[in-house]
Nanobody, 127 residues
Framework: QVQLVESGGGLVQAGGSLRLSCAASGRVFNSYAMGWFRQAPGKEREFVAVTSWSRGSTYYAYYADSVKGRFTISRDNAKNTVYLQMNNLKPEDTAVYYC?????????????????WGQGTQVTVSS
C-alpha cells in the first residue's frame, strides 16, 4: 500500500555530512508517522528519528540520544518525501539506514510500531 525508496547514502569521513531522502508512494496519507531506523552489522535494528506525517497532525520529531544534536529529520508532504540530515558523522553511525512508516501511533523507538520499510541505503563513516 505504501512504497518507500531511500537514497543519499554513501561513504564519508568522520565529521562529514550526508543527507538521506525517502520518497514515498502509494497510500501515503494513510501513514501516521515517518521515521528512520538503522542496523549495523551484528546489532539490532536501532531507532534513529521519527516525525509526524498525517495531514493536519500536530508536528513532532523525536531522536535517539545517540544522534540528538547531530541529525535532523524533516518532511515535505507536497513531495511525499522525508529527509534525514546527518552532520558530524561518526564511525559508529555506519549502518544500513531504513525509512519506515507507521499507520498507527505507538512507541516510536520500537521497530514493531512501523508497517512499511524501504530497501535501505548504506552509510559508511570512515575514521
Amino acid at each position: 500500500q505504501v512504497q518507500l525508496v531511500e537514497s543519499g547514502g554513501g561513504l564519508v569521513q568522520a565529521g562529514g555530512s550526508l543527507r538521506l531522502s525517502c520518497a514515498a508512494s502509494g497510500r501515503v496519507f494513510n501513514s501516521y508517522a515517518m521515521g528512520w531506523f538503522r542496523q549495523a552489522p551484528g546489532k539490532e535494528r536501532e531507532f534513529v528519528a521519527v516525525t509526524s506525517w498525517s495531514r493536519g497532525s500536530t508536528y513532532y520529531a523525536y531522536y535517539a540520544d545517540s544522534v540528538k544534536g547531530r541529525f535532523t529529520i524533516s518532511r515535505d508532504n507536497a513531495k511525499n518525501t522525508v529527509y534525514l540530515q546527518m552532520n558530524n558523522l561518526k564511525p559508529e553511525d555506519t549502518a544500513v539506514y531504513y525509512c519506515n512508516t507507521a499507520s498507527r501511533t505507538g512507541p516510536w523507538a520500537n521497530w514493531a510500531t512501523y508497517d512499511y520499510w524501504g530497501q535501505g541505503t548504506q552509510v559508511t563513516v570512515s575514521s
